[in-house]
Nanobody
Framework: QVQLVESGGGLVQAGGSLRLSCAIS????????AGWYRQAPGKQRELVAS???????NYADSAKGRFTISRVNAKNTVYLQMNSLQPEDTAVYYC???????????WGQGTQVTVSS
C-alpha cells in the first residue's frame, strides 16, 4: 500500500510563489511516475506536471515556464515549485503516484491553492 500526503498550499497574491510537497510512504519501491494534478470548481481534474523515478518530466502547457516539478527519491518526496501564480491557478492540487507493475494510481487528499488578484 502507498500513502500520499500533500502540504504547502495556501493563499497567495497574483505573481507570488508557493512550493507544494508530497510525501510518499508505504511501498515506495513500487512507484514509478509521480505527479501533480489540479481541479478547479466546476472543472475536471487536469495534469499539471509529472516526473518519473529517473527524473524525466512532463508539463501541461499552462505550467511550462512557471512551475517546476522535482523529486528526491531518498526522501520519497515530490515537489512542485509554482512561480508567477495567477488567479486561474486557483484549485485543489492533488499528488498522485503510479505503480510500476499494475499501473495502479494512488491519490493524496489534496491541498488548496488560492491566488488572489
Amino acid at each position: 500500500q502507498v500513502q500520499l500526503v500533500e502540504s504547502g498550499g495556501g493563499l497567495v497574491q497574483a505573481g507570488g510563489s508557493l512550493r507544494l510537497s508530497c510525501a510518499i510512504s508505504g511501498s515506495t519501491f513500487s512507484i514509478n511516475t509521480a505527479g501533480w494534478y489540479r481541479q478547479a470548481p466546476g472543472k475536471q481534474r487536469e495534469l499539471v506536471a509529472s516526473i518519473t523515478r529517473g527524473g524525466s518530466t512532463n508539463y501541461a502547457d499552462s505550467a511550462k515556464g512557471r512551475f517546476t516539478i522535482s523529486r528526491v527519491n531518498a526522501k520519497n518526496t515530490v515537489y512542485l515549485q509554482m512561480n508567477s501564480l495567477q488567479p486561474e491557478d486557483t484549485a485543489v492540487y492533488y499528488c498522485n503516484a503510479v505503480r510500476y507493475d499494475t499501473s495502479y494510481v494512488y491519490w493524496g487528499q489534496g491541498t488548496q491553492v488560492t491566488v488572489s488578484s
